[in-house]
């Protein structure tokens, strides 16, 4: 079975700031993406940033980073320079490149910048 | 190009009526999902379907019925709907293969009540 964990259910953040968000994860796959998805209030879900397991190099999307810790099952979110639009839900996922469709996601981070 | 389009985007419903939610896609995607989620949880794969006229089930089937008759369409019916399934319903596609698995594109969500 596969699992993805968010240990921090809310966090705040001054705005200009930087702050990191945790997701652990389990599964027996040997490749896998594993994907930040960001809920605003709106409640779309919208693509943060996306890590295949294959690659080392941690992705980068402009102010958006990950640090992939595969041996650690750890796969964590740094927004730099946080800004007001950036106040959301923010949840960690993974799909196995295997047969199974289920992508799993994490029970989300609520994530406050403050003015 | 409107990507994944949900109708209705709310509804309320007394227990034991029937409704269908109707999932769109214009980008030729060949999989679809619906997706349910519940307060303080991610989101939970309902059912899915890998082409036209074919369904299959995910990790909470049950009360849920669906129908992909045309390529472009993906249904998700409640026959005898309860308020445990009160929930927002997320419908997402994504291009067919392994490749595909790196970005699923997601509806705006249906917010249900049930009565």
Known sequence: ?115 | NAGVTQTPKFRVLKTGQSMTLLCAQDMNHEYMYWYRQDPGMGLRLIHYSVGEGTTAKGEVPDGYNVSRLKKQNFLLGLESAAPSQTSVYFCASRISGRAGKDTQYFGPGTRLTVL
């Open chain 1, 1 to 115: 079975a596969q699992t993805v964990t968010q240990s921090q259910p809310e966090m705040s953040v001054q705005e200009a700031e930087t702050v990191t968000l945790s997701c652990t994860y389990d599964t027996s796959e040997s490749n896998y993406y594993l994907f930040w998805y960001k809920q605003p209030p709106s409640r779309q879900m919208i693509l943060v940033i996306r890590q295949e397991a294959y690659k080392q190099q941690n992705a980068t999307e402009n102010r958006f980073s990950v640090n992939f810790q595969k041996a650690a099952k750890s796969f964590s979110l740094k927004i730099s320079d946080s800004q007001l639009g950036d106040t959301a839900m923010y949840f960690c996922a993974l799909i196995g490149q295997g047969g199974s469709e289920k992508l799993v996601f994490g029970k989300g981070t609520k994530l406050t910048v403050n003015p």
